[in-house]
């Protein structure tokens, strides 16, 4: 499909400008004269990918920004505006990236395709359940109730990942701190100190030469600290890309103390999220399974929905299909169990994910809880080593007096 910029007349002779996506010009004239519109320019649109592609990376979209996009669309279409319409204006409002993307949206829907194709253009951006969100929608012909219920479960989402972010920023924090005071005590203030001591020609402790030493590595050879983030950086992103690799990294941050908990806590409250959204919105459960396995990072997880998909399909309750995978605890697929019974799963979904939110927060707070004495306890062990290798040798050099 080609873009072409346009300008035509309408019925009453005033002039209208745009974009439309067609295979030709031909398509593109016969597009606006069903439209009432006759042809007066027209001109093929090149490098508008690119552009797009450079905008993008400068400006990220985020969580917050799909959520309100979603709530304004939701709020246009209940009022009676006109999707189109909803989009042109939405794409004042918007910042550079998502503009752009809202903009392809508008002109893919004005050539002839529906809001859920359109948006499979940009899948990374909004994910494989927004999509079928939204194709589930239109088909049903409740498309303004489906993107109420997307905005509410972005909101939601958002609030959750900045309770977890807020409650990290105090350990970073001091962390980074930490490692920079060292760093500039290190390689700019003791160098000069402890070249004092050399050169008065008094012994030095073995506390003092280790730090002599490893204030030296750190002023002489620097750049092969630049080195090793750069080849970690690189060795992450390669196991990452290997399946075996990447699923012992999964397995292993589930097995960490505390933050292991924390992070299968937040995994599960996504996905049982999710989940009570696709069912509630009539997507058949061994699809949403699938949908979900999809945005799902975490391999361990991904290969356990894709698995219990497989069993729900043969004919199992997914309760009995996530209890044998043994990654998922037994509150959840008992309650479940109650769901499927009762033939309210969605619901029973949306009670758990909240549980299982309320978990996580809890997690957080005893990561917190215990990181603080922890950081305190090696500030103290190397603040101490520190006073300890500088005062030595001064008590060394005093006593030779």
């Known amino acids: 499909m080609l873009k072409y910029s346009y300008r035509a007349k309408d019925r009453e002779g005033k002039t209208v400008k745009g974009l439309v996506e067609a295979q030709d010009e031909k398509a ?3 597009l606006l004269k069903e439209r009432g519109l006759m042809v007066v320019f027209l001109k093929e649109v090149k490098g508008l990918e690119a552009k797009k592609t450079l905008t993008g990376f400068f400006q990220r979209i985020t969580v917050a ?18 999707l189109t319409d909803a989009l042109v204006l939405l794409k004042t409002q918007a910042k550079a990236g998502l503009a752009s993307v809202i903009d392809d949206v508008e002109h ?10 359109a948006l499979k253009k940009h899948e990374k951006v909004f ?7 939204v194709e589930a929608g239109e088909t049903a012909g409740v498309l303004d109730e489906v993107l109420a219920r997307l905005a509410d479960n972005l909101e939601k989402q958002k609030e959750f990942r900045s309770k977890i972010k807020g409650a990290m920023i105090y350990p970073v924090i001091i962390i980074l701190g930490m490692l920079g005071v060292g760093v500039i005590v290190m390689v700019f203030v003791l160098p000069k100190v402890l070249t004092l001591f050399s050169e008065m020609g008094t012994s030095i402790p073995l506390p003092t030469r280790i730090l002599i030493a490893v204030s030296g590595l750190m002023t002489r050879f620097w750049w092969l600290g630049g080195l090793l983030i750069l080849g970690l950086v690189f ?26 908990n924390l992070q299968k806590q937040v995994a599960l409250t996504d996905i049982i999220r999710t989940l009570a959204l696709l069912v509630k919105t009539g997507i058949p459960l061994v699809t949403a399974l699938n949908i979900i396995s ?13 698995e219990a998909g497989n069993k729900v399909e043969k004919g199992f309750p997914l309760a009995v299909s996530l209890a044998e995978n043994g990654n998922f605890p037994p509150l959840l697929t008992q309650m479940i169990a109650v769901g499927e019974e009762t033939g309210k799963l969605d619901e029973v979904l949306f009670k758990v994910s ?16 215990a990181i603080e004495p922890l950081i305190m306890i090696v500030l103290g062990i190397g603040v101490g080593f520190l006073v300890i290798s500088v005062i030595m040798p001064i008590y060394s050099l005093t006593s030779q007096f």
Do not use: C
């Open 354 to 369: 909240g549980y299982f939110e309320s978990e996580a927060d809890h997690a957080v707070k005893g990561l917190t809880t």
């Open 127 to 133: 994910g494989k359940v927004y999509i079928a969100l």
């Open 108 to 117: 893919a829907i004005e050539s002839g395709v529906s809001l859920a194709e």
């Open 235 to 260: 060795a992450w992103r390669a196991a990452n890309r290997n399946a075996s690799s990447k699923r012992a990294i999964d397995k292993f941050k589930f097995k960490l103390p505390i933050l292991g």
């Open 28 to 30: 593109v004239v016969a």
């Open 65 to 82: 920004d799909l959520a309100i996009f979603t709530r304004q669309l939701s709020t246009m279409i209940t009022a009676g505006l006109g």
């Open 294 to 306: 999809g945005g799902v990072d975490n391999l361990v997880y991904q290969e356990a929905l894709l």
